[in-house]
């Protein structure tokens, strides 16, 4: 069956470093991948999606690799800041594909 | 609205009830988007309504739960004879089309007592 983990259930992480959050895939062939950011009592909020012919794509602070022969995602917080403290998740989606298959997320803390 | 709405906020409800959670999409997007959410847990995919329609119910986990979206906008998730397993929070996502990232509502928090 399909299974997506990512890396911890929390990260904690000095102010200014760099944070970076892993999100493992098996049993899955996915075209693109989406991660979201999501605080406490709120929905997730999208970040970035990056596509099976990408390798690399950035937003501000934010970097996503995807390796789809290591069935890995990247998540990449640079100058991290307090307010980066969030969880993280991440979903593979599959060709044709809309529903979105979630991990259980990694909770980051950035600490002053 | 700038964003997505779900109402109520909180639901409190006693086992075997019937509740109704509304969802009101953003402005114009055609996908709409029903997930639940467990404690420590990613969000879990229900349904999928492109336009009025129904594409794709895989996710709703019994017959005890429904939605609909009559005219392409506002969808309402039923759910009949609740359980205490129901207790979650239920999410309400909208996109434009399929394919892209998703807008996410706050949540209705539903607790089956």
């Known amino acids: 069956s399909q299974k997506i983990e990512q890396n911890s259930e929390a990260l904690n992480i000095q102010e200014g470093k760099t944070a970076t959050l892993t999100c493992n895939y098996t049993n899955y062939s996915p075209a693109y991948l989406q991660w979201y950011r999501q605080d406490p009592g709120r929905g997730p909020v999208f970040l970035l999606l990056i596509r099976e012919n990408e390798k690399e794509k950035r937003k501000e602070r934010l970097k996503v690799t995807f390796d789809t022969t290591l069935k890995q995602s990247l998540f990449h917080i640079t100058a991290s800041q307090p307010a980066d403290s969030a969880t993280y998740l991440c979903a593979p989606v599959g060709a044709g594909s809309y529903q979105l298959t979630f991990g259980k997320g990694t909770k980051l803390s950035v600490i002053p | 609205g700038a964003g997505v709405s779900q109402t109520p906020s909180n639901k409190v409800t006693e086992k075997g009830k019937y509740v109704e959670l509304r969802c009101d999409p953003i402005s114009g997007h055609t996908a709409l988007y029903w997930y639940r959410q467990s404690l420590g847990q990613g969000p879990e995919f229900l349904i999928y309504f492109q336009g009025t329609g129904a594409a794709d119910d895989s996710g709703l986990p019994n017959d005890r739960f429904f939605a609909v979206r009559p005219e392409g906008s506002v969808s309402t998730l039923k759910i009949q004879r609740t359980e205490r397993g129901d207790s979650a929070v239920y999410l309400c996502?909208?996109?434009?089309?399929?394919?892209?990232?998703?807008?996410f509502g706050p949540g209705t928090r539903l607790t089956v007592l």
């Open positions: 996502a909208s996109s434009i089309g399929q394919g892209g990232g998703q807008f």
